[in-house]
């Protein structure tokens, strides 16, 4: 914190220094008032500033402004999207008509290496700003996108420490994690964490789709990327903000289950009575004794100034999240400052950022989800002797003692330090440098009680893991700028390394503990059993290196025949010897039509502008950093000279010939603007191919050590059109609607799983487990299905008996289905994704509300099939829908296309109402707001939620572990000084 604090005192010194009057003769002061306005209507969030000063404001959701001023001063008034505008002070009133600028018909889009305006994009690109993030209680900034972009699929589950699944413009690989997720850019850092960023202290989000305006980022950007840009301090005096809100999360839903009195009445109406073991008597709802009312809150502090030549921001935010379900909670304190100067005539501009996080997580047994559900409410929390209740007989576990007696404590600390230094050479001709280093310090501590169902008879068991990731960055890169009469030129050249280094650290474990008091605080105290090997878990050190070469050249005619090329070369030590480089190269076009001569009479039309693109992209997120490399590892045991020796051996096969993932994408795009604004949009169709999939593919130990060997083999394509609408269907004085509306359709399928050296006809995924189903997969990868797809069990009813038959390969029926009579039954990619938001202003009050759903997807509900099991009544609870099951139906549970459901649903998503007061004397501006999120579902899934995570090689599948969704209400504010 000293350096922060050194910083600012030096700032506040230089802004003293630059409101020094600069004259000895009185002046007059005024207090000017007025108001901005365009055509339509009042502009909120214009700027209003006195030349040559440091003195500035910002209109109110009316476009009305207050600022001090000197007779004959000149206020400057400027927005994003129209002409600067610039009157002398010569009294106290003023209002200012702001014109459109044809130059610059909407806001400044990030892309890689620098910004541009959008009139100028030949990509596919989305900039979400700020002001249109989600509501809500976000305890990651991908959720401020949620719903907002057109082909960004984000699903969420109500636990505070799970990661969203992010998938854009659909699956492209066969990987999990990372692999199939965007890559982040934050203020120019690649690969920066996103959990350094706090939602308030993010201007805007931009998305870069296809791969035309991904190429530049080469072998990481075949998911599309994401650039994030944080809020900068505006010319003006010192701003003090504060963002602070308190929100209150319950169950949105849940799945009925027999009460104990519904379960003894059950029972008895089919001849059968609990083991008095089994009943004492009691009633319990573990649903309801699991869960609680989650208290969250989160505050924004943060401090900005900038005289022209000195800048600095800095902030503090602090998320608590508490989850609805007892032992699960999330709090982050988040610690940011940035610095700049302008030297040399502003020829040199100097920026030093640092960014801090520490989060701590505790999270509850996964088992806590199922056995809420199973365990039976006729137990007591515990006996009379103060002992958890358990009968381990029945295969279920008491869920309270789950939470009590199992501690999971998890703490990330990253540390991210940024220096950039940007050198104009010559006119148009900048020189920029970036270094960071970013240092992740990981931490986790479990411990499983004396009492711990999850590790029975083990007298407490305790777990210590440490370990640090770091990665460091260099970007070294030259922008040229020219225009030449109707000419415009913009060049870019540049050079990259990257160094990750990760899993440098340990474990170790203990077990057989005195007492539960310590928990895992002291290893040393544990008397464990004779011949116990600590577990020392399977990370391991790697360094990972990263080098790259790329280029870009940009050229615009007349401002309307558009044209970019960019061409990125990189390496990487990942791959095999044969293939560490690749080369990605991307080109677009645009042609803005409203610029032609035989549409200047068409006065309703702002802008009209055709795209083409293709580029290719690679894929090498998520890897081992020896994924290629013969490796060695534990191989069993073997017994010599009496004792028991570890024997190590070949784990892994070599490829030399290993090489990323290749994304291979054609875009169409259009783009227009009516009505001075008042309606815009765009629409996108996109061809994308991914080849040389990564899968681990049977060989032969006769030529391998090892009987898999990871190699590319198979093609993935995914097809699909967007549509983007933005309207201000009414603009006054007083009144405005905006509204938004954005779809997006994707068809996903597998190409080939084979080439001429490796072949699978399918690759079966999903194995859920149950009931005498064991080793029984639920999906397949096949060639020509989508990814996702379900093989399952034809189920046909039930026979005479009451109990469930199936369909057989051979046509014929059976209640002994086997692994033979799979079929296909579906998938669960989506056929479209929507959002709708609108937003109202009413004098001071504001009001915004957001739908978004999802059409088309499947969901295999494999919670509803495990639980509707009659069968296992005496010991397990079952839910209130077996009550219309036959009693003799053991075979009611199967994973069949039975519970094969859809996945369609429309969610009013969150709804917001505010009022901004009126200026008050030491508050720029001021404003409360209430929130509420997931107010109302729409939908035919009979689970708890239809949001099922859609990422990975198996989405779609609720199967006993699904964190229950919440519903929450919040109370914020928003205030500047």
Known sequence: MRPVLWLTATAFFLVSLSDAPGQTGPQEELVVTGAIRDQLGPLPGASVSVKNTARGTIADAEGRFRLD???????????????????????????????????????????????????????????????????????????????????????????????????????????????QEPFYVIDGVPGASIQLIAPNDIASIDVLKDASSTAIYGSRAANGVIIVTTRRAKAGEPVVSYNGYAAVENVSNRIE?????????????????????????????????????????????????????????????????????????????????RFGQQVF??????????????????????????NMLTFLPTYNVKDTNGVYRENFLNGVANPIS??????????????????????????????????????????????????SSAAQNAGGVATRSAYANTRQVLETFFN?????????????????????????????????????????????????????????????????????????????????????????????????SNNRWGLFPAFSAGWRISQENFLQSAGFLDDLKVRVGYGVTGNSLGFNPLISQIRYGSSGFFYYNGNLINAIGPTQNENPDLKWERTAMANVGLDFSVWRGRLSGSVDY??????????????????????????????????????????????????????????????????????????????????????????????????????????????????????????????????????????????????????????????NFDLNFFFRGVYGNQILNATRAGLNSPSTVLQRNIPQYTLTESVNDNNAFYISDRYLESGSYLRLDNATLGYTLPSLKGLKTLRVYVTGTNLVLLTNYEGIDPEINLGGITPGIDNRNYYPKTRSFLLGVNASF
């Open 69 to 179: 001023a000197n007779r004959n001063e000149t206020l400057v008034f400027t927005m994003i999207g129209y002409q600067t505008k610039e009157q002398t002070v010569d009294g106290t009133a003023m209002n200012i008509l702001l014109e459109t600028d044809a130059k610059s018909l909407s806001e400044v889009v990030v892309v890689g290496y620098g910004a541009s305006k959008k009139s100028d994009i030949t990509g596919s690109v989305t900039s979400v700003k700020s002001s249109e993030f989600n509501a809500g209680v976000n305890n990651a900034p991908d959720q401020l996108l949620q719903g907002k972009v057109a082909g960004l699929n984000i699903t969420r589950s109500g636990d505070p420490n799970a990661v969203p699944a992010v998938i854009l413009r659909g699956p492209s690989t066969l990987r999990s994690g990372a692999a």
């Open 257 to 337: 289950m027999l009460s104990a009195e519904e379960l003894r009445a059950y029972l008895a109406a089919n001849n059968r009575v609990l083991n008095p073991r089994d009943d004492d008597g009691d009633s319990h709802d573990w649903q309801k004794e699991v869960s609680r009312t989650g208290v969250s809150h989160n505050h924004n502090l943060s401090l900005s100034a900038n005289t022209g030549k000195t800048s600095y921001d800095a902030s503090v935010n602090y998320l608590n999240n508490e989850g609805v379900i007892k032992g699960s909670s999330l709090d982050r304190l988040i610690l940011r400052g």
């Open 345 to 370: 005539n502003d020829r040199l501009k100097l920026t030093l950022s640092i960014s801090h996080s520490t989060t701590n997580q505790k999270v509850p047994l996964e088992a806590v989800l199922g």
């Open 402 to 451: 789950l939470i009590d007696n199992n501690l999971d404590d998890r703490k990330t600390r990253t540390f991210l330090a940024n220096g950039n230094v940007e050198l104009t050479l010559l006119p148009g001709l900048k020189y920029t440098l970036s270094l960071s280093s970013q240092d992740e310090q990981i931490t986790r501590n479990v411990y499983f009680g004396r009492q």
């Open 480 to 576: 040229y700028d020219k225009v030449l009469n109707q000419h415009t030129f913009n060049l870019l050249a540049g050079y990259s390394w990257q160094q990750d280094r990760t899993g440098e650290g340990f474990q170790t474990s203990n077990r057989g503990f005195s007492s539960d008091d310590l928990t895992y605080n002291n290893l040393g105290l544990a008397s464990p059993p004779a011949g116990y090997r600590p577990d020392y878990g399977s990370t391991t050190i790697g360094t990972l290196r990263l080098i790259s070469f790329y280029g870009r050249v940009n050229y615009a005619f007349n401002d309307k025949y558009l044209f970019q090329a960019s061409l990125r070369e990189d390496g990487s030590s990942a791959f095999g």
């Open 686 to 843: 996109y061809d994308k191919k991914t080849s040389d999939l990564i899968w681990d593919y049977p060989v032969s130990t006769t030529q391998y050590f090892v009987n898999t060997l990871t190699a590319n083999v198979g093609e993935m394509s995914n097809r699909g059109i967007e549509l983007q609408l933005d309207g201000v269907p009414v603009r006054t004085d007083r009144f405005s609607w905006r509204t938004s509306v954005n779809l997006a359709h994707n068809t996903n399928r597998i190409v080939s799983l084979s080439s001429d050296k490796f072949s699978l006809r399918q690759i079966p995924t999903a194995v859920l487990g149950g009931q005498g189903q064991s080793g029984n997969t639920s999906q397949i990868v096949r060639e020509g299905l989508a990814l996702g797809s379900f093989n399952l069990w034809r189920y046909l009813g039930k026979n005479e008996n009451g109990v469930s038959q199936f369909l057989k390969a051979d046509g014929t029926t059976t209640t002994s289905p086997s692994s033979l009579d799979f079929a296909y039954a579906g998938n669960a990619q989506p056929k479209l994704l929507y959002g709708w938001n609108n937003n109202f202003t009413y004098g």
